[in-house]
């Protein structure tokens, strides 16, 4: 049997994780096994819930998203979830067993208004609840993401999707960079960091591992790195993209969980075409989370009986709240900036021609 290092190097180049990640599939899931168990409890799984806070309208062009207003989707709008909505929301994803709750809003960036005022209220209540507190709501400025952690956020999702190059060919109303910044200024005030991608978008395998190099280069790394297999929604530019194989998505599982080894990584979207036996093996190769209800955000996802099933049959636990950092406690808000400045993320403005077919 071989003895597998279970540190992962400082830095990694692009030709040793292709190494990684061709090698046969037995081996790498050995390794990774290995890793995980060296970092983590391999029988326990975070079950987290996705709430919608705010659906559809964005002005985006994310290639993937039904909630971009430009193409032709079925979602149900909604405006933004008042309080109560979203603490009955929180109390029962947490009797159904998860221990964090992720808050998304279809926003290009926040805005220091009274809909931000509310969120900040929305993470006052959930953090009361004693869970952890996510929230992906597009771009932040420093000052956001200081009254987003004085409220008692957790941590802040904002994905990097793909690899900078590939970036380019999905979204062209931001750049990479914007995408980074954000992720700083989360960092900068304090939140753990919650970044990762989607596999199945028409990238190669070069693409995921340089999203894998970039994810962790950071430092710290984030905490928290979801990987999604591509939900092919009805009328997004990427509605005929094949599925994702489980085998694909195991490899993608293994590479991410050998290069951030203390990182809790996430099986987030396309869950629900994935068999008991797939999820099982994204568990063993380190899958450390796992997404419940049975919806995320706007797409479909396993039913929670199904998910405590599995977990039955795999003897798997559900991690508790801050089994991996302190709860924060909310402290004096900061505010909003005395001077608004105008808000510099960028516009890249070259065309997708496929997002461009699905504009309306
Ligand atoms: S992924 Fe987010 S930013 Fe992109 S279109 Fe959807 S809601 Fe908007």
């Keep these: 049997m071989t003895a597998y290092s279970t540190d992962s190097p400082t830095t990694w180049t692009l030709e040793a994780l292709k190494e990684l990640h061709d ?5 790498l899931l050995f390794r990774a096994a290995t890793v995980h168990r060296e970092h983590h409890d391999p029988n326990e799984v975070q079950v987290s819930s996705l709430v919608s806070i705010k659906t559809g309208g964005c002005p985006e062009d994310c290639g ?17 979830l008042s309080v109560e909505q979203v603490k009955t929301a ?6 159904l067993g998860s221990s964090r ?10 805005r220091d208004d009274a809909e931000f005022e509310q969120v900040l209220e929305l993470v006052r209540t959930v953090n009361g609840l004693d869970m952890e507190v996510c929230a992906t709501l597009g771009m932040l400025t420093p000052n956001q993401a200081e009254r987003l952690a004085a409220a008692g956020l957790y941590a ?10 590939y970036y380019k060919e999905v979204i062209s109303t931001r750049g990479y960079e914007d995408r980074l910044e954000t992720i700083g200024n989360a960092r900068q005030a304090g939140l753990t960091v919650c970044s990762g991608g989607i596999i199945g978008m028409g990238e190669s395998v070069e693409d995921r591992l340089k999203m894998l190099l970039t994810l962790g280069s950071l430092r710290p790394v984030p905490e928290s790195v979801p ?5 092919a929604v009805p009328g997004t530019p990427l509605e005929d993209q094949r599925p994702v194989d489980i085998f694909e998505m195991v490899r993608m599982i293994a590479v991410t969980r050998i290069v951030m080894p203390s990182t809790t990584v996430r099986l987030s979207a396309g869950r629900t075409d994935m068999s008991p036996e797939g999820q099982a093996l994204c568990f063993f190769a380190g899958a450390g989370s796992i997404f419940a209800g049975d919806k995320l955000l706007t797409t479909p996802n396993p039913e929670a009986f199904a998910d405590m099933e599995l977990f039955s049959a795999l003897g798997l636990r559900p991690t508790q709240a801050y089994a991996k950092g302190e709860r924060p406690v909310p402290t004096a808000d900061p505010g909003p900036p005395e001077q608004k400045r105008p808000i510099r993320w960028s516009r890249p403005g070259h065309k997708i021609e496929r997002n461009e077919a699905k504009r309306k």
């Design 227 to 231: 990987i999604n297999a591509l939900v």
């Design 156 to 165: 802040y999702n904002h994905n990097l999707d793909s690899s900078e190059d």
């Design 64 to 80: 993937y998203c039904p909630q971009a207003a430009r193409y032709h989707t079925d979602i149900e709008e909604n405006a933004l």
């Design 90 to 95: 929180a109390e029962r994803a947490k009797g």
């Design 101 to 110: 709750l992720c808050m998304g809003a279809a926003w290009r960036n926040v």
């Design 23 to 27: 090698q046969p599939l037995m081996e």
